[in-house]
């Protein structure tokens, strides 16, 4: 791994922490968070835009996960 990697990792690695502590600062429950990202990043599913701060990606993240959530939940109650 590169050098320019490293970093890359690491950033991606610091917005999803920072979307995980807001998620469950919101009320959302770690499990709740794991569920909605289906096995997946939450980077993954939702990128950082070019110039957003953590806390910007940290309240935005949460905002999509939380409707993902919500509807996945919808889509299976009777």
Do not use: W
Request: proline share 4%; with cysteine; aromatic share 6%.
């Amino acid at each position: 791994m590169t050098e320019v990697d490293e970093r890359c990792s690491t950033v991606l690695a610091d917005f999803a922490t920072e979307a995980e502590r807001e998620a469950t600062n919101s009320g959302m429950d770690i499990h709740e968070f794991q569920t909605a990202l289906k096995g997946e990043t939450i980077t993954t599913l939702i990128p950082p835009g070019s110039h957003e701060t953590l806390t910007a990606y940290g309240l935005r993240a949460t905002s999509e996960i939380l409707v993902q959530y919500l509807m996945d939940d919808l889509s299976v109650t009777p």
